[in-house]
């Protein structure tokens, strides 16, 4: 199985900054990495597909970029509503999809 | 609305089972393969199962194959996982979620529904 690992697994930044996670892919995998967000208590909430392709209705600020076994999520101008966990995802050997480990972004 | 509801989470004995539920509403669900996921208490997520738009091929997580079972009835446009012989590692909110083929991800996700294991 292809194993992602995310850095940090945690990360306080205030609102206005700038914040990049980074995941890495144990294996190849292209661009079939999704991001996705998750508050406490809620289901996870898709952001970026196919590494740096925004989910309609995600703002701007978020961002994606890689490709191979490396890939970073970039959140712009931080605002209150992004303070969550982060997951990326592998879709590139299925099964299984594979998720990072998350990394919890807290103010 | 595009929408995806679980049910039929609870507690249950060591030993037993439960069968989950994914009603699905707002989308041509029998275009679309499903999936299901689980997050344990205060861990990351896990992908459990998943099944072809038809219901012909499914697959399972090493953790759980043998043990629970994917189905879906298009005609009712709802998901089931059968989960038997549960164990205190399945303690988790279940999940199902919308794969789309276009983008290669999970676009819709349910609210999840818990499933607590006791011994």
């Known amino acids: 199985d292809i194993q992602m690992t995310q850095s940090p697994s945690s990360l306080s930044a205030s609102v206005g900054d700038r914040v990049t996670i980074t995941c890495r892919a144990s294996?190849?995998?292209?661009?079939?990495l999704s991001w996705y967000q998750q508050k406490p208590g809620k289901a996870p909430k898709l952001l970026i597909f196919?590494?740096?392709s925004l989910q309609n209705g995600v703002p701007s600020r978020f961002s994606g970029s890689g490709s191979g076994t490396e890939f970073t999520l970039t959140i712009s101008n931080l605002q209150p509503e992004d303070f969550a966990t982060y997951y990326c995802?592998?879709?590139?050997?299925?099964?299984?999809?594979?998720f990072g480990q998350g990394t919890q972004l807290e103010i | 609305e595009v929408q995806l509801v679980e049910s039929g989470g609870g507690l249950a004995q060591a030993g037993g089972s439960l069968r989950l539920s994914c009603a699905a509403s707002?989308?041509?669900?029998?275009?679309?393969?499903m999936s299901w996921f689980r997050q344990a208490p205060g861990k990351g997520l896990e992908w459990v199962s998943e099944?072809?738009?038809?219901?012909?091929?499914?697959h399972y997580a090493d953790s759980v194959k043998g043990r629970f079972t994917i189905s879906r009835d298009n005609s009712k446009n709802t998901l089931y996982l059968q989960m038997n012989s549960l164990t205190d590692a399945d303690t988790a909110v279940y999940f199902c979620?919308?794969?789309?083929?276009?983008?290669?991800?999970?676009?819709?996700w349910g609210q999840g529904t818990k499933v607590t294991v006791s011994s």
């Open positions: 979620a919308k794969w789309y083929v276009r983008t290669d991800a999970f676009d819709i």
């Open positions: 995802q592998q879709n590139y050997i299925t099964p299984p999809h594979t």
């Open positions: 099944i072809s738009d038809s219901g012909d091929n499914t």
């Open positions: 294996q190849y995998i292209s661009r079939y």
């Open positions: 707002g989308f041509s669900f029998s275009n679309f393969a």
């Open positions: 196919a590494a740096s």
